[in-house]
Protein backbone atom coordinates (compact mmCIF):
# COMPACT_ATOMS: atom_id res chain seq x y z
CA UNK A 1 0.00 0.00 0.00
CA UNK A 2 1.61 2.93 -1.27
CA UNK A 3 -0.61 5.51 0.56
CA UNK A 4 -2.71 6.49 -2.77
CA UNK A 5 -6.01 5.48 -2.62
CA UNK A 6 -8.27 5.23 -6.13
CA UNK A 7 -12.13 4.66 -5.91
CA UNK A 8 -13.71 2.73 -7.46
CA UNK A 9 -11.37 -0.27 -8.20
CA UNK A 10 -13.67 -1.60 -10.93
CA UNK A 11 -16.34 0.17 -13.44
CA UNK A 12 -18.31 -1.36 -16.00
CA UNK A 13 -20.54 1.48 -17.77
CA UNK A 14 -22.48 1.55 -21.14
CA UNK A 15 -21.42 3.71 -23.84
CA UNK A 16 -22.76 6.73 -23.66
CA UNK A 17 -22.96 6.87 -19.96
CA UNK A 18 -20.61 9.22 -17.60
CA UNK A 19 -18.36 7.93 -15.17
CA UNK A 20 -16.36 9.84 -12.35
CA UNK A 21 -12.99 8.66 -10.83
CA UNK A 22 -11.60 9.76 -7.15
CA UNK A 23 -7.85 9.93 -6.16
CA UNK A 24 -6.88 10.65 -2.37
CA UNK A 25 -3.38 11.30 -2.61
CA UNK A 26 -1.01 11.11 0.06
CA UNK A 27 -1.51 14.22 2.32
CA UNK A 28 1.60 15.88 2.12
CA UNK A 29 2.31 15.83 -1.59
CA UNK A 30 1.24 18.77 -3.65
CA UNK A 31 1.74 17.03 -6.98
CA UNK A 32 -0.94 14.79 -8.77
CA UNK A 33 -0.48 12.81 -11.70
CA UNK A 34 -3.52 10.72 -13.81
CA UNK A 35 -1.82 8.45 -16.03
CA UNK A 36 -3.87 5.53 -18.16
CA UNK A 37 -2.57 2.04 -19.17
CA UNK A 38 -4.68 0.30 -22.02
CA UNK A 39 -4.08 -3.14 -22.28
CA UNK A 40 -0.64 -4.84 -23.19
CA UNK A 41 0.96 -1.05 -22.75
CA UNK A 42 2.87 0.97 -20.22
CA UNK A 43 1.03 3.84 -18.79
CA UNK A 44 0.93 7.39 -20.33
CA UNK A 45 0.67 10.57 -18.95
CA UNK A 46 -3.08 12.77 -19.05
CA UNK A 47 -2.36 15.15 -16.77
CA UNK A 48 -0.64 16.86 -13.75
CA UNK A 49 -1.84 19.39 -10.79
CA UNK A 50 0.19 21.48 -8.27
CA UNK A 51 -1.84 21.90 -5.39
CA UNK A 52 -5.21 22.64 -7.37
CA UNK A 53 -3.87 24.50 -10.28
CA UNK A 54 -4.02 22.07 -13.28
CA UNK A 55 -0.88 22.48 -15.30
CA UNK A 56 -0.54 20.08 -18.12
CA UNK A 57 -2.80 18.19 -20.03
CA UNK A 58 -1.92 15.48 -22.93
CA UNK A 59 -3.76 15.37 -26.22
CA UNK A 60 -5.07 12.33 -25.19
CA UNK A 61 -7.09 14.20 -22.77
CA UNK A 62 -10.64 15.24 -25.01
CA UNK A 63 -13.01 17.41 -24.25
CA UNK A 64 -14.84 14.43 -22.95
CA UNK A 65 -12.59 14.43 -20.20
CA UNK A 66 -12.17 16.77 -17.71
CA UNK A 67 -10.10 16.53 -14.62
CA UNK A 68 -10.25 18.51 -11.20
CA UNK A 69 -8.59 19.15 -7.34
CA UNK A 70 -10.89 21.84 -5.84
CA UNK A 71 -8.67 22.02 -2.73
CA UNK A 72 -5.62 20.56 -3.48
CA UNK A 73 -6.27 17.25 -2.18
CA UNK A 74 -8.24 14.70 -3.65
CA UNK A 75 -8.83 14.74 -7.42
CA UNK A 76 -11.71 13.69 -9.85
CA UNK A 77 -11.32 12.51 -13.33
CA UNK A 78 -14.62 12.41 -15.40
CA UNK A 79 -15.59 10.89 -18.53
CA UNK A 80 -18.20 11.91 -20.33
CA UNK A 81 -20.42 10.16 -23.21
CA UNK A 82 -17.62 6.95 -22.85
CA UNK A 83 -16.67 5.27 -25.56
CA UNK A 84 -15.18 1.42 -25.70
CA UNK A 85 -11.93 3.28 -26.90
CA UNK A 86 -11.66 4.22 -23.24
CA UNK A 87 -11.84 0.86 -22.00
CA UNK A 88 -8.39 0.93 -20.04
CA UNK A 89 -6.98 0.78 -16.27
CA UNK A 90 -6.77 4.72 -15.36
CA UNK A 91 -3.97 5.44 -12.33
CA UNK A 92 -3.29 7.96 -10.31
CA UNK A 93 0.13 9.14 -9.00
CA UNK A 94 0.86 11.77 -5.98
CA UNK A 95 4.46 13.35 -5.99
CA UNK A 96 7.10 14.79 -4.01
CA UNK A 97 9.95 16.53 -4.98
CA UNK A 98 13.23 14.55 -4.10
CA UNK A 99 16.41 16.99 -4.83
CA UNK A 100 16.64 17.83 -8.98
CA UNK A 101 13.49 15.59 -9.65
CA UNK A 102 10.21 13.98 -8.50
CA UNK A 103 9.15 10.62 -6.54
CA UNK A 104 6.26 9.45 -7.43
CA UNK A 105 3.73 7.28 -5.37
CA UNK A 106 1.01 5.12 -7.41
CA UNK A 107 -2.49 3.91 -6.31
CA UNK A 108 -4.23 0.91 -7.51
CA UNK A 109 -5.93 2.23 -10.22
CA UNK A 110 -9.50 2.50 -11.37
CA UNK A 111 -10.17 -0.56 -14.04
CA UNK A 112 -12.97 0.68 -16.65
CA UNK A 113 -14.86 -1.39 -19.29
CA UNK A 114 -16.91 0.16 -21.38
CA UNK A 115 -19.48 -2.46 -22.98
CA UNK B 1 9.87 3.28 -32.08
CA UNK B 2 9.15 3.94 -28.18
CA UNK B 3 11.86 6.39 -26.76
CA UNK B 4 11.63 3.91 -23.93
CA UNK B 5 12.38 0.49 -24.85
CA UNK B 6 12.85 -2.95 -22.63
CA UNK B 7 13.53 -6.37 -23.50
CA UNK B 8 12.40 -9.39 -22.93
CA UNK B 9 9.00 -8.16 -23.51
CA UNK B 10 7.80 -12.00 -22.16
CA UNK B 11 9.94 -13.97 -19.89
CA UNK B 12 9.28 -17.34 -17.86
CA UNK B 13 11.85 -18.30 -15.27
CA UNK B 14 12.48 -21.30 -12.90
CA UNK B 15 12.32 -20.66 -9.56
CA UNK B 16 15.68 -20.04 -8.09
CA UNK B 17 17.49 -18.58 -11.65
CA UNK B 18 18.90 -15.12 -12.15
CA UNK B 19 16.87 -12.79 -14.38
CA UNK B 20 17.80 -9.73 -15.78
CA UNK B 21 14.93 -7.10 -17.44
CA UNK B 22 17.18 -4.77 -19.95
CA UNK B 23 15.63 -0.90 -20.05
CA UNK B 24 16.80 1.16 -22.93
CA UNK B 25 16.20 4.67 -23.85
CA UNK B 26 16.92 7.79 -25.97
CA UNK B 27 15.65 10.78 -24.37
CA UNK B 28 17.37 12.92 -21.60
CA UNK B 29 16.96 11.86 -18.02
CA UNK B 30 16.86 13.22 -14.61
CA UNK B 31 16.13 9.69 -13.06
CA UNK B 32 14.84 6.21 -14.06
CA UNK B 33 12.22 4.35 -11.85
CA UNK B 34 11.90 0.79 -12.15
CA UNK B 35 8.02 -0.41 -11.02
CA UNK B 36 6.20 -3.39 -10.69
CA UNK B 37 2.56 -3.93 -11.46
CA UNK B 38 0.96 -7.38 -10.35
CA UNK B 39 -2.45 -8.61 -11.82
CA UNK B 40 -4.63 -6.61 -9.85
CA UNK B 41 -3.24 -3.66 -11.35
CA UNK B 42 -1.53 -1.70 -8.69
CA UNK B 43 2.17 -0.39 -9.18
CA UNK B 44 4.88 -0.60 -6.86
CA UNK B 45 7.99 1.56 -7.02
CA UNK B 46 10.89 -0.57 -6.75
CA UNK B 47 13.67 1.73 -7.66
CA UNK B 48 14.58 5.46 -8.62
CA UNK B 49 17.97 5.94 -10.19
CA UNK B 50 19.87 8.59 -11.44
CA UNK B 51 23.26 7.24 -11.07
CA UNK B 52 25.06 3.55 -10.37
CA UNK B 53 23.47 0.68 -8.66
CA UNK B 54 21.11 0.02 -6.16
CA UNK B 55 20.41 -2.63 -4.42
CA UNK B 56 17.21 -4.20 -1.77
CA UNK B 57 17.00 -7.58 -0.78
CA UNK B 58 17.07 -9.94 -4.25
CA UNK B 59 16.45 -6.75 -6.46
CA UNK B 60 19.44 -5.25 -8.19
CA UNK B 61 18.87 -2.08 -10.15
CA UNK B 62 22.00 -0.79 -12.39
CA UNK B 63 22.05 2.46 -14.63
CA UNK B 64 24.75 3.54 -17.58
CA UNK B 65 23.72 7.42 -18.12
CA UNK B 66 26.36 7.24 -21.17
CA UNK B 67 24.87 4.22 -22.64
CA UNK B 68 21.44 5.68 -22.00
CA UNK B 69 20.72 1.64 -20.60
CA UNK B 70 19.54 0.31 -17.40
CA UNK B 71 18.95 -2.77 -15.38
CA UNK B 72 17.13 -4.86 -13.90
CA UNK B 73 18.57 -8.15 -11.90
CA UNK B 74 16.42 -10.35 -10.12
CA UNK B 75 18.50 -13.09 -7.63
CA UNK B 76 17.08 -16.74 -6.60
CA UNK B 77 13.80 -15.93 -8.07
CA UNK B 78 10.47 -16.95 -6.54
CA UNK B 79 6.57 -17.19 -8.01
CA UNK B 80 5.90 -14.42 -6.34
CA UNK B 81 8.09 -12.06 -8.53
CA UNK B 82 5.40 -13.37 -11.03
CA UNK B 83 4.43 -9.86 -11.93
CA UNK B 84 4.82 -7.14 -15.36
CA UNK B 85 8.25 -5.01 -14.39
CA UNK B 86 7.78 -1.22 -16.04
CA UNK B 87 10.75 1.07 -16.88
CA UNK B 88 9.93 4.77 -16.88
CA UNK B 89 11.94 7.98 -17.20
CA UNK B 90 11.90 11.14 -16.31
CA UNK B 91 13.21 13.88 -18.49
CA UNK B 92 15.03 16.76 -17.17
CA UNK B 93 12.06 18.99 -17.39
CA UNK B 94 11.29 22.46 -15.00
CA UNK B 95 8.10 21.67 -15.27
CA UNK B 96 5.81 18.78 -14.85
CA UNK B 97 7.91 15.79 -13.70
CA UNK B 98 5.68 13.76 -16.19
CA UNK B 99 7.02 9.83 -17.05
CA UNK B 100 7.49 8.41 -20.24
CA UNK B 101 7.08 4.68 -19.94
CA UNK B 102 8.18 1.63 -21.25
CA UNK B 103 5.81 -1.16 -22.00
CA UNK B 104 6.86 -3.57 -19.42
CA UNK B 105 8.24 -7.01 -19.30
CA UNK B 106 6.31 -9.60 -18.11
CA UNK B 107 7.47 -12.11 -15.75
CA UNK B 108 6.79 -15.68 -15.08
CA UNK B 109 8.31 -17.87 -12.37
CA UNK B 110 7.57 -21.25 -12.40
CA UNK B 111 8.22 -23.02 -9.01
Known amino acids: DTGVSQNPRHKITKRGQNVTFRCDPISEHNRLYWYRQTLGQGPEFLTYFQNEAQLEKSRLLSDRFSAERPKGSFSTLEIQRTEQGDSAMYLCASGRRTGPTDTQYFGPGTRLTVL | KNEVEQSPQNLTAQEGEFITINCSYSVGISALHWLQQHPGGGIVSLFM???GKKKHGRLIATINIQEKHSSLHITASHPRDSAVYICAVLPPTSGTYKYIFGTGTRLKVLA
Open chain 2, 49 to 51: LSS
